[in-house]
């Protein structure tokens, strides 16, 4: 009888300590559209392109949406600790708007969140 409690009570623990993240990411409307991540031509171009490209690094990658001065605004982010580069931040057609003649923080983003990540993405985000 203990021998049965025991196999029951560890498959319970496998089966909610799992690591699959395929669950969907959560969007928020924007921009004029209610999914982002699937109405905006030039943002599901991107996805798809890291998808199909993947690669060792692409797990250090995830896309933010946020709000810059009321307006609504894309990061494509990269956590990777041997990576420095400036972080693309694009308004609501697809067009960046920092480059080194104009910087914008990324603390100056609010209401950030993660809108497309890796199903093993490696970084631990605090937004």
Request: net charge negative.
């Given at each position: 009888m203990k021998t049965v409690l025991a196999?029951?009570?560890?498959f319970?623990?496998?089966?909610?300590?799992?690591?699959?993240d395929n669950t969907p990411i959560e969007t928020n409307a924007?921009?004029?559209?209610?999914?982002?991540?699937?109405?905006?031509?030039w943002l599901r171009t991107e996805i798809e392109r890291r998808e199909q490209?993947?690669?060792?690094?692409?797990?250090?990658c995830y896309i933010l949406q946020g709000e810059l001065a009321g307006a609504t605004v894309f990061v494509y982010e990269d956590?990777?600790?041997?990576?420095?580069k400036i972080i693309p931040i694009l308004d609501c057609e697809g067009v960046q708007l920092n480059n080194q003649e104009n910087p914008i923080g990324l603390n100056t983003i609010e209401n950030r969140k993660?809108?497309?990540k890796t199903s093993?993405?490696?970084?631990?985000?605090?937004?």
């Open positions: 196999t029951i009570v560890i319970f623990l496998l089966a909610a300590c799992s690591n699959d924007a921009c004029g559209v209610d999914n982002p991540t699937a109405q905006l031509t490209d993947g690669g060792s690094a692409l797990r250090y956590c990777n600790p041997l990576v420095n993660i809108i497309w093993d993405f490696a970084c631990n985000v605090n937004l």
